[in-house]
């Protein structure tokens, strides 16, 4: 059959996405899934799609027998590009040193901003390749990556570029968000900085055409509600979409701005209310709770029940960036089980489906319905339960992107394209 990319079929558990309620799985015994062109065409019993879907007609076949059978993870907040290393600050924060007094003294996202700034190209190309094959071997196979440690318009500029570049080369989607108000650079003023980001960067973003997302650290010390407020309401008028880093380490009312302005995204919200909560839903923005940082620093985690219960579409990411190291949506998907209380079923549907809503993709992405991408885990485990069961496991055996096998066995198998 022309144009049959794969067929999966026999498998013990293939969950197609959310139920009707939103918090439950649809799933299928027995399951098969068929992907024509890139898209899932049909799934559902195994006798019935591989009638229709022969697997010897397939570019791809795989036997999931005994298997469990799922979307692809979408991964709706990341810092992925970056270069240096700051295990140190790990170890510090051990000693008992907070996030803020390693910032004071020149660490945290200001030693980063220092290492981008020296690394060519070439460089951050090639560490932003390894970070995703990482990531794809764990069953990633969209994700966001912010620009932000750069702080000046050429180094973001660049930041872009690469990513960009490494959406070319790479199998996984990476879907680019300039975040130039990440932090305020050293030795300048707030208010002059956001006045650069505003008349400088965002234009040259705009001019480049490359970031589909505008994004802003609206956090105490860093940018208040009304400069994060500029910053957002500029990017909307050149092209990009907002997000906002909101009530992460105090309540600032970030929440509210991006339910004023129709963001995407409002993200952290570990210190969000009930009133903040309820904005979301009335705007339609997507809650994104991010466990592992709440971990990293050994902070109260965000109510992701609170966010459930109201209505909102709750997404998980991982937040992966040197001060949250960990490149595994399972893991956080096990956290959000075990420190926030979400179901397996929840959860999943926090990492793919809801995921997906957070970087504005309606086009099933998250879910293996017909139409939607053919972007499939098959997991060495029987069930989706054993995703944040087996934590600090990673049960991914095969990643298909589009319908072509690009992971196996744990290691990626794709063709690259080159840097």
């Not at 040193?97 to 700034?117: F, H, N």
């Not at 794809?136 to 990556?145: D, F, I, K, N």
């Not at 802003?216 to 880093?245: I, N, Y």
């Not at 309540?251 to 979301?280: K, M, P, R, V």
């Amino acid at each position: 059959m022309t144009g049959l990319d794969a067929v999966v079929h026999g498998a013990n558990e293939l969950v197609v996405g959310p139920d009707e309620r939103g918090r439950g799985l649809e799933t299928v015994s027995d399951g098969a899934l068929a992907v024509v062109d890139g898209s899932v065409a049909a799934v559902g019993p195994t006798e019935e799609v591989t009638r229709e879907y022969p697997p010897e007609n397939a570019a791809t076949a795989v036997d999931a027998s005994g298997r469990a059978v799922l979307p692809g993870f979408v991964d709706p907040h990341t810092h992925a590009l970056f270069a240096g290393d700051r295990s140190d600050e790990f170890a510090a924060k051990l000693r008992g040193k907070s996030y803020q007094d390693i910032l004071a003294e020149g660490g945290g996202i200001l030693r980063t901003v220092r290492a981008v700034r020296e690394a060519d190209d070439e460089t951050l190309l090639s560490n932003l390749l390894g970070h995703l094959d990482t990531m794809l071997a764990h069953g990633t196979t969209t994700v966001e990556v912010k620009s932000g440690y750069g702080l000046d318009t050429e180094t973001e500029l660049r930041m872009l570029r690469v990513a960009e570049r490494a959406d070319d080369a790479h199998p996984v989607d990476v879907v680019p968000t300039f975040m130039g108000a990440h932090a305020v650079p050293e030795g300048r003023d707030a208010d002059e900085y956001v006045d650069e980001v505003v008349d400088e960067q965002i234009p040259a973003v705009e001019s480049q055409g490359i970031a589909e997302f505008c994004d802003v650290f609206c956090e105490e010390g860093v940018f208040s509600v009304a400069q994060s407020r500029r910053v957002l309401d500029a990017g909307r008028e050149a092209g990009l979409t907002p997000k906002v880093h909101a009530e992460e380490l105090a309540h600032l009312g970030g929440t509210q701005l991006a339910a004023e302005l129709g963001a995407a995204s409002a993200d952290h919200l570990l210190h969000a209310t009930d009133d903040d909560i309820a904005a979301l839903v009335e705007a339609g923005v997507t809650p994104v709770l991010l466990p592992g940082t709440a971990f990293g620093l050994g902070a109260e985690y965000a109510d992701a029940e609170a966010f459930l219960d109201a209505g909102a579409p709750a997404a998980v990411a991982t937040d992966f960036n040197p001060n949250c190291h960990s490149h595994s949506v399972g893991f956080a998907l096990s956290l959000s089980c075990v420190e926030m209380g979400l179901t397996p079923a929840e959860a999943l549907i926090a990492g793919t489906r809801n995921a997906a809503l957070a970087l504005d993709r309606t086009d099933g992405l998250g879910t293996l319905r017909a139409g939607a991408p053919g972007d499939a885990l098959v997991l060495d485990a029987p069930t989706h339960v054993h995703v944040p069961y087996q934590y600090g496991t990673n049960v991914v055996d095969t990643v298909l992107k589009g319908g072509a096998v690009v992971a196996e066995s744990g290691t990626p198998t794709y063709q690259s394209s080159g840097p």
